[in-house]
């Protein structure tokens, strides 16, 4: 199994800034792609931004120029540090990692996600 843990949410005010981490453990033999979501009350989960193994990224339209998603592939872990946070922001970020692992016998694909972290964006 593969668990990955977010860290770094809390409450930040209008314009603020904000950085989280996600830690991705277990038996892995790599991790490709990499993806930051998040889920407003009411609402479906939305893609944030997403990073390839190879540092290739992609965001969505609402944080271009705002957001910034990287990763450590030695310590397998990615980052957000978001910026010029705006209400509409205040989420639970999920963040989620596709890759293989190491199994019994052989290797298989996992998909796996964190447990969320609250971010409040307010004065």
């Known amino acids: 199994q593969v668990q990955l843990v977010e860290s770094g949410g809390g409450l930040v005010q209008p314009g603020g800034s904000l950085g989280l981490s996600c830690a991705a453990s277990g038996n892995i033999s790599i991790i490709n792609d990499m993806g930051w979501y998040r889920q407003a009350p009411g609402k479906q989960r939305d893609l944030v931004a997403t990073i390839t193994n190879g540092g290739s990224t992609n965001y969505a339209d609402s944080v271009k120029g705002r957001f910034t998603i990287s990763r450590d592939n030695a310590k397998n872990t990615m980052y957000l540090q978001m910026t010029s946070l705006k209400p509409e922001d205040t989420a639970v970020y999920y963040c989620?990692?596709?890759?293989?692992?190491?199994?019994?016998?052989?290797?298989?694909?996992?998909?796996?996600w964190g447990q969320g972290t609250v971010v409040t964006v307010s004065s």
């Open positions: 989620n990692a596709r890759g293989r692992r190491r199994g019994l016998i052989g290797y298989a694909t996992f998909d796996s």
